[in-house]
């Protein structure tokens, strides 16, 4: 299979003309292959993705206009890992995948994500119910399912949210006789696993007497039962004599649920509603298997929170942007066709401006908010791994720190000091960050710019003592200097290299 490493480190190149709203909103809309742009996020999205969500070519051999759908089994598996590989590596430590799939591929999706992220990660298949009609020209039978195959990052550091209990769950408390405690519903005073101790005939204030049916027991104790008695917590129907309950008040339910397995049509839309949208925002079906907002919506709810990072390599007509900027997610949004700037772009625009369908009224959604657009650039590094020179100083510097650390960089490319980690110092003289772009000047360690990259080495951490690596274009200072200054120098751009 075509390994990550392989893919070439590629420039995320700008286009202001096709962003729209509030630039420094920190959502990202990349045209180009997603394998490369995914690449290409590593420096400086490594390990801070909350939630994934991707909706990748089914392979149902069948032809789609947007996308080649009728791809060997082989290739579709060769398709997917390396992706698959570079999320896992831009998820965060308590971060979640969620991909939609089909019985064409999610069987095999399920073991190539085992072998990824690790079978104890796995969270649940999820069943969504995408159709609601009978298709009686089936050859077999009628497909109205898809799957959501969803893992975690690290099951020991995930963290997931309750559903809002909403109005289908509430539906069942009523106040039938008026408690000011509010509505209520009757629950049973009995249980099916007990001590022959709960089996006791009880007699409560108004004479009923009453005892657990044969083979169940007592749920509550004598006392226990005395004090629902006396607190009117009990309904013994409306004559007064019936099988006794207990009132659970709806006023002390938690007032989120666990999500379920199933999602039904109803509760998160369906492929109908989905193309109903798409035909409303764009006045066409443009795409032909879109998802509806809410199903995006329940993802989020459950995987995320307001500010989190949500990526979609797959973002076809831009739903999963559109849901997360409407929720008040940051988002990365990556397609490879056209329409990312003929129909993503205008889409999100519209969300900006506070465009009202899908979710928008249930989330209160009034505009705001903004996004900015780039297309792939060249690659970072030539055939033979070496660095491009004419290349600007924070992205060789996010390059440089990411293949040092494995981590993505924070700085600002204020200075040569790209930052401590694990005891260890890096700094990048390039471009010149020091104000000197002489041959013999910011690009070169010499005694003066290394007290200038010391100096804000103490600025950081006064006490520091650990080895320093320099990348620059040569050195002035002699191999015994560099040995009791406990420095490696890296000469650029044939040390940096294309490291994944």
Known sequence: MHASKEVPFRLLEAKPELSAGDASAGNMLIQGDNLEALKALLPFYAGRVKCIYIDPPYNTRSAFEHYDDNMEHSKWLAMMWPRLELLRNLLAEDGSIWVSIDDNESHYLKVIMDELFGRRNFIANFVWQKKYTRANDAQFVSDNHDHLIAFAKNVDRASFNGLDRGEKQNRAYKNPDGDPRGPWKATPLHAKSGSSNNQYEYRFSNGVVWRPPLGTYHRFSRDSLAELDRTDQLWFGRSGRAVPARKSFLSEVKQTVVPVTVWLHDEVGSNHDAKNEIRNIFNELYFDTPK???????????ATKPGDLVLDSFLGSGTTAAVAHKMERRYIGIEMGEHAATHCAPRLKRVAEGEQGGISKSVGWRGGGGFRFYRLGPPVFDED????????????????????????????????????????????????????????GG?????????????????????????????GERSRLTPATLERERIVFKQMPYDVKASA
């Open 292 to 302: 509806p907002e809410s199903l995006i919506k329940q993802i989020l709810d459950i």
């Open 443 to 471: 690009n070169v360690l010499t005694r003066a710019t290394l007290a200038a990259i010391r100096e804000d080495i103490v600025k950081e951490q006064p006490a520091f003592n650990g080895p320093l690596t320099v990348y």
């Open 385 to 440: 791994g070496r660095i491009r020179q004419d290349i600007d100083f924070p992205v060789l510097a996010a390059h440089v720190w990411f293949s040092e650390t494995k981590r993505p960089w924070d700085g600002d490319g204020a200075s040569p000091l790209l930052g401590l980690h694990n005891g260890c110092a890096y700094a990048l003289l390039h471009n010149g960050i020091l104000g000197d772009k002489r041959a013999n």
